[in-house]
């Protein structure tokens, strides 16, 4: 079965470490949503004119992003791995690409003064709750 590791851009590191410990196929996944909200905001406020939209310049930043945590993350897990970069609703993204995992690597994001609830952020929450697939859930350091 394949372990898949959220690459999310502050705490991938410490996901990444608590991989190491699992011998299976790892799947190294990172999600971005920036440019889609870009794209609708061009599109609400200023008209549909191609050229002028932010968005096609962000996607092409957002990948260029993907791609340089995706190889740093398997360059720190130093085992071979497949890597997927997705655009989309993050949370939705996560759960779609875990759908089939023996297991799946996420951090907490949100208050880290103490345990709780409020110590996982909004996606974060959703993917705990509805992932189909065991959850290993880090402490960032």
Do not use: K, N
Not at 108 to 134: E, K, N
Request: glycine share 8%.
């Amino acid at each position: 079965m394949t372990v898949v590791v959220w690459i999310a851009d502050d705490t991938w590191q410490d996901c990444v470490d608590a991989a190491r410990a699992y011998d299976d196929d790892f799947l190294l996944l990172h999600v971005s949503d920036v440019a889609g909200a870009a794209h609708g905001a061009f599109a609400g406020l200023f008209g549909r004119h191609p050229s002028l939209d932010p968005g096609t310049r962000l996607d092409g930043l957002a990948a260029d992003h993907a791609t340089h945590l995706l190889d740093a993350a398997a360059e720190r897990l130093g085992r071979p791995c497949a890597r997927e970069a997705r655009v989309g609703r993050v949370e939705h993204e996560v759960v779609a690409a875990a759908q089939d995992a023996s297991l799946l690597v996420l951090c907490r994001d949100g208050d880290m003064s103490h345990a709780g609830p409020r110590s996982l952020g909004p996606a974060t929450r959703f993917v705990v709750d509805h992932a189909t697939c065991p959850v290993l859930l880090v402490w960032p350091t």
